[in-house]
């Protein structure tokens, strides 16, 4: 599976009513460490086995950033049942990553 991009119109679906825990990269295209976290990002979704994970732009999203308290990028947010549970700011490396989502 390859990263798909959430926006206002299909947050609630693939994030909020899911039945699985869900990743979202929040990010922008002019952000360094952003850039360095997408290969990882890239990756992870292809492996994903039980959890989703997604891409949000913060400058076509400002709402939804706003709405999570995303005042730093990247920031990575894991949701479980519709909630945010796990939190993550700045470039991490694919086990860390990882274990974000685990321990959701």
Do not use: R
């Amino acid at each position: 599976m390859s990263v798909n991009h959430l926006t206002k119109e299909n947050f609630e679906t693939e994030v909020l009513n899911s039945t699985e825990p869900v990743l979202v990269d929040f990010f922008a295209t002019w952000c360094g460490p952003c850039k360095m976290l997408s290969p990882v990002i890239e990756e992870i979704a292809k492996e994903a086995n039980g959890y989703k994970v997604f891409k949000l732009d913060v400058d076509e999203q400002e709402e939804l950033a706003a709405k999570y308290g995303v005042m730093t990028i990247p920031t990575l947010i894991v949701f479980k049942n519709g909630q945010p549970v796990q939190t993550s700011v700045g470039f991490k490396p694919k086990a860390a990553v990882l274990d974000l989502v685990k321990n959701a």
